[in-house]
């Protein structure tokens, strides 16, 4: 198949394969995902085209890459992590070496671009999956990292095998092994940080609430959930979708919650924008989401930031300016931020 024929028909399943999804708005949504997870209807026409294009840029050269990954849709893109995922569990139900390559490969074209704290889940379970099939695990991810694009997917291709076992182990991520009547899988035992308690025999602990989340988070975490935030919002002009800004809100909430507003100003800005540029009612999205963080000075500038002065909550306040990427609609950082 041509590159531009696999490029166009993928783009067009994948459309197709998002058009009745719904996301997630709140913790309690998220917590019932991983209770009762969606049964996924399965393409072969789109699981066919996305192989295909991992083999094709598998064997080209950079430029061809690079052209691949900037012609894709962003469901198209996102759809790798879960193929990748896919590859993970397959490679040891067929004992198939070759599919854990083609599951690195995916996650290369994928690049993060959604959430790259899920790319590294999926990273986890290859890992883990190469390991139980005797592979140089070192080789064959190295291998995949001198086709990444530099950024987070390729140090963490690069770092992983190195890292610490007990912090490359499936435990450090919340996963297990189990075999189900399909054969091997692998399944979430807690989530991230929406742990309900210890997964045996002893009482589960009543549900937290979000105040309670965000106050136990770590540095990282924290961080990891304010930079999703940023992205929320230029994931929602892209889409046209007011959901993602009110999931960037809630991630800000639980994320920023616990630390000096300082740090999540810019992510507000960001979401305050997106806001108003699809429309939303701004005021009503803020005070809401402001429910889901711990009472503070980052509840208080979100329910207030909408009621600033226009000058004081536009971009150019905090060095931000719309730009226009080969992959849509972004935000751009003028000068450095001096905030933490």
């Given at each position: ?294 009472p503070g000075d980052l509840q208080t500038e979100m329910i ?37």
């Open positions: 198949m041509r590159v531009d024929d696999a490029i166009e028909h993928l783009n067009q399943f994948a459309e197709e394969s998002v058009k009745d999804q719904v996301p997630m708005r709140t913790t309690e949504e998220v917590l019932d995902f991983f209770k009762n997870p969606p049964k996924r209807a399965y393409s072969v026409p789109l699981e066919e085209v996305r192989s295909s294009v991992v083999k094709i840029f598998g064997m080209a050269d950079e430029k061809v890459r690079h052209a691949i990954t900037s012609r894709l849709s962003v469901n198209a893109r996102n759809g790798f992590l879960e193929y990748a995922a896919a590859m993970s569990v397959l490679a040891v139900r067929t004992q198939a070496q070759p599919l854990i390559e083609q599951g690195l490969i995916a996650l290369v074209i994928e690049g993060g671009s959604q959430d790259w704290r899920d790319s590294i889940l999926v990273l986890a379970k290859l890992y883990n999956s190469a390991a139980k099939l005797g592979m140089d695990t070192q080789k064959v991810f190295e291998k995949a990292a001198s086709i990444a694009e530099p950024g987070v997917i390729k140090k963490e291709l690069n770092g992983f095998p190195r890292r610490r076992p007990e912090d490359r182990d499936l435990k450090a991520f919340r996963q297990a092994e189990e075999i189900t009547k399909e054969g091997f899988a692998y399944k979430q035992v807690l989530p991230w940080s929406l742990a309900q308690g210890p997964v045996n025999e002893t009482p589960a602990r009543p549900v937290e609430t979000s105040q309670q989340i965000s106050a136990r988070l770590t540095r990282p975490q924290q961080d990891s959930l304010i930079t999703a935030a940023g992205t929320d919002a230029v994931l929602a002009v892209r889409e046209q979708s007011p959901k993602l800004v009110e999931r960037g809100l809630e991630h800000l909430a639980l994320g920023g919650g616990a630390l000096d507003s300082s740090h999540s100003m810019v992510a507000l800005a960001k979401l305050h924008h997106a806001a108003l540029k699809l429309g939303m009612n701004a005021q009503l999205a803020f005070a809401e989401a402001a429910r889901r963080a711990p207030r930031f909408p009621l600033r002065e226009p000058k004081d909550r536009d971009l150019a306040a905090f060095n931000l300016q719309e730009h226009i990427t080969e992959s849509g609609f972004a935000y751009k950082q003028l000068i450095p931020s001096t905030r933490p």
